[in-house]
């Protein structure tokens, strides 16, 4: 039995390590290895999500600003409410965390994220915006994303 758990976790692992893992933080990676099922979820729920964030990107109806602006508030609460519906918001909860501070390392090390420095005011605004996607995930279970969007 524990032969097969550690191939599983190796297998898991190995996917998790495939694709855009080089480019997170390692608060980011440490979550990831120790949430292999969630970190899976994370990069397919990512997957569907991009497309719904790219059209309110497109239309330019909130702002410009990737960063510190209403179009980011908007990715943070839209990411996080589609994670939440799938996944524990505890787990989303210590992703949102890891990925903060990741950012304020790169903020420290003067690392630019999206083309822009970080401030950290932006990170405190960015767990705010996670919270309350945890709440309109965990209230919106059962609705689409293009539901979910315009929520």
């Known amino acids: 039995m524990r032969i097969f758990?550690?191939?599983?976790?190796?297998l898991l692992c190995a996917e998790i390590l495939s694709q855009n893992?080089?480019?997170r933080s390692r608060y980011e990676k440490c979550w990831a290895i120790t949430h292999p099922f969630a970190a899976l979820k994370v990069r397919k729920i990512y997957k569907t999500c991009a497309p719904f964030y790219e059209e309110v990107k497109k239309?330019?109806?909130l702002d410009t600003f990737e960063n510190g602006g209403k179009l980011d508030a908007f990715r943070h609460t839209f990411f996080m409410a589609a994670f939440s519906q799938?996944?524990?918001t505890k787990k989303i909860r210590k992703?949102?965390?890891?990925?903060?501070k990741?950012?304020?390392t790169h903020f420290l090390k003067n690392i630019k994220e999206d083309g822009e420095l970080a401030d950290s005011l932006s990170s405190v605004m960015d767990i705010k915006n996670n919270e309350l996607?945890?709440?309109?995930?965990?209230t919106n279970k059962k609705k689409d994303l293009s539901d979910l969007k315009t929520w």
């Open 95 to 100: 992703l949102g965390i890891a990925h903060e």
């Open 86 to 88: 799938k996944i524990k």
């Open 59 to 61: 239309t330019k109806a």
């Open 102 to 104: 990741g950012n304020y």
């Open 5 to 10: 758990v550690s191939i599983v976790f190796i």
């Open 133 to 138: 996607g945890f709440k309109i995930g965990n």
């Open 21 to 23: 893992f080089g480019s």
